[in-house]
């Protein structure tokens, strides 16, 4: 279906996208399915969503990598959209 196909299309644009803004090497989807869960650098995995939201608000280039970091390694509750929110208001 050419619909599905114009989504896989704009997903792959959009994570080429947030790779140039960031500098770190997409490393593919997620159970191969494009739109889900996107890896980055076989370290950082980020919903469409919030991919998305990076690139819609302008959030500050690495803001998204040191959420996750955070997440991870703090045991950081607070979801993509809250953090960048927070992060600028620091």
Not at 23 to 47: L, R
Request: glycine share 6%.
């Amino acid at each position: 279906m050419k619909v599905l196909t114009d989504y896989q299309n704009a997903c792959n644009a959009i994570i080429i996208k947030f790779e140039k803004k960031h500098g770190y090497e997409f490393s593919g989807w997620v159970a191969d399915e494009i739109g889900g869960i996107a890896e980055f650098i076989n370290q950082y995995y980020f919903s469409m969503n919030e991919i998305a939201f990076d690139l819609q608000h302008k959030v500050k280039k690495g803001l998204i990598f040191e959420w996750q970091d955070k997440v991870v390694n703090e045991e950081l509750k607070m979801n993509f959209k809250n953090y960048a929110k927070y992060g600028e208001i620091k």
